[in-house]
């Protein structure tokens, strides 16, 4: 039976966060009135000339330099000649043989080993308009709002071998750009997006196969389900001596298949020329180095400084570091509280699960630095215990209120008197007398059980360090 080795490139594009539009003045902001924010630059009406929006350079610039590129110092740009109708001027502005960055890497984890996977190119390019199909008037409407919205584009080289590696490359690839603050990499807003192309040869072959293009595929999911298929497709193809057409498809998220929606242009069929109405020019060299230099730290740099500084282990500074504002947040406490240990169980255990649970951001949580330290304190220092804390927590994220007024309307403040605890014991003692026996044989973890037991009576308030030294006092000396 022959083995199959799979060949999958990716281009990811990426919209960034500018305020305005790369080429005029138009607002950038999502979810406006339909073809409220455009000029006659963006709609490319006769007589009007482009000029690019210097945040878009030096994005683009930040990009190439964080995924190991090399900067072409020649900008040009080009006209991608082909007709759509949500393209107003029938051509797009991208960049053909000059783009901003080439040559360059990224490394991703896969099991257990790094990676690098090639980044063949970076380009600067608009973006087009949006159409939408309302069968409620049988008609499709164009929106422009979109159109001459600042682009990278980045292509891979074809280096991953699964849909898995695909995956770990776009989780890989997007976290480093967030890190650089270049683009709020939404795929529902359609700030990040992936066409992926996919081949299969006879394992041990060095010529690639006929690849096709998958198209517009808008989550990580939907990226590593459509390689999936699409690999198992074009062996069933091979197997029963079909032949395996280059074209386009996209993606039937309902179906779970891939379905054919073009043949595939070649770069030629685009007859890119220069774009006259954009002068070329040089980027100093001084201007690139700026640029390296003023880099924000990599997640993977972070992860390293999370170690060594605050002798994290490799799994506590990878968790941290998969969100900025986590790990941004994580470093303001501990700036105040110097326990790095202990702050991080608590962002990377209950902070975390409880902005999983309401699907929102830090940014969005009723929480600040000074909230959680005082919540660890108080938990450090005996006055809640660590099950009462987690439900401080909750109410916090709830109400908004201190953290000492949810302990006072709440009476969450631990109980620690003699008095009280001995009334639970003798309770809890009277009801488990075969507990109490496998203790005294010598079978002390059973303890646990017991300061359990009183943990529920006192519906969490109890200290249950102190409750299981009493109730051992008290067993092994009667």
Not at 130 to 157: A, C, F, Q
Not at 252 to 261: F, G, P, R
Request: aromatic share 6%; hydrophobic share 35%.
């Amino acid at each position: 039976m022959k083995q199959y080795e799979t060949v999958i490139g990716l281009e990811v594009h990426l919209q960034l966060n500018t305020k305005t539009k790369i080429f005029c003045g138009c607002s950038t902001e999502f979810g406006k009135n339909p073809n409220s924010q455009t000029c006659p630059i963006c709609l490319g009406l006769p007589g009007t000339l482009p000029v690019l929006n210097k945040k878009v350079l030096e994005y683009a610039m930040k990009i190439g330099l964080a995924l190991n590129c090399e900067i072409n110092s020649l900008v040009k740009f080009d006209r991608k000649n082909y007709y759509y109708p949500d393209l107003p001027k029938a051509y797009q502005i991208s960049q053909y043989d000059f783009p901003i960055a080439h040559t360059g890497y990224l490394n991703v984890k896969t099991g257990n080993e790094i990676k690098k996977i090639g980044i063949t190119r970076a380009h600067m390019e608009e973006d087009a308009g949006k159409l939408i199909h309302d069968p409620k008037i049988k008609s499709s409407l164009v929106d422009y709002n979109r159109t001459g919205t600042p682009l990278v584009e980045i292509v891979s080289e074809p280096d991953m071998r699964s849909a898995q590696e695909a995956y770990n490359y776009l989780t890989t690839l997007k976290l480093c750009l967030q890190y650089l603050d270049v683009s709020d990499c939404d795929m529902e807003k359609g700030s990040l997006r992936c066409d992926a192309n996919v081949s299969i040869r006879e394992k041990g072959q060095t010529e690639l196969g006929t690849k096709t293009e998958l198209k517009n595929l808008n989550s990580f999911k939907a990226v590593k389900s459509s390689l999936e298929f699409e690999v198992a497709r074009q062996i069933k193809l091979v197997e029963s001596g079909e032949r395996i057409i280059q074209e386009t498809r996209l993606w039937d998220e309902h179906k779970q298949i891939t379905v054919s929606m073009r043949s595939k242009e070649e770069a030629h069929d685009y007859r890119y020329f220069p774009e006259p109405d954009l002068v070329p020019f040089m980027v100093e060299k001084e201007e690139v180095e700026k640029t390296k230099k003023n880099l924000p730290e990599s997640p993977s740099k972070k992860q390293n400084r999370f170690i060594a500084n605050y002798e994290l282990s490799d799994y506590d500074a990878n968790v941290l570091v998969q969100d900025k504002e986590i790990a941004d947040f994580f470093e303001e406490c501990t700036k105040k509280y110097n326990s790095p240990k202990k702050v991080c169980n608590w962002v990377t255990g209950a902070l975390k699960q409880e902005l999983n649970t309401r699907k929102i951001d830090l940014l969005k949580a009723k929480l600040s630095s000074d909230d959680l330290i005082a919540l660890i304190d108080k938990v450090e220092t005996g006055v809640l215990s660590n099950l009462a804390g987690k439900d401080v927590l909750k109410i916090k994220f709830d109400t908004g209120k201190t953290i000492d007024q949810i302990i006072n309307d709440h009476g969450f403040a631990q109980v620690s008197d003699d008095e009280t605890l001995e009334k639970v014991i003798k309770e809890v003692i009277d009801e488990n007398p075969s507990i109490i026996e496998q203790i005294k044989s010598g079978k002390e973890s059973a303890v646990g059980f017991l300061v359990g037991q009183s943990m529920k009576k006192t519906q969490g308030k109890a200290n249950p360090k102190k409750i299981g030294e009493m109730i051992k006092r008290r067993i092994l000396n009667d």
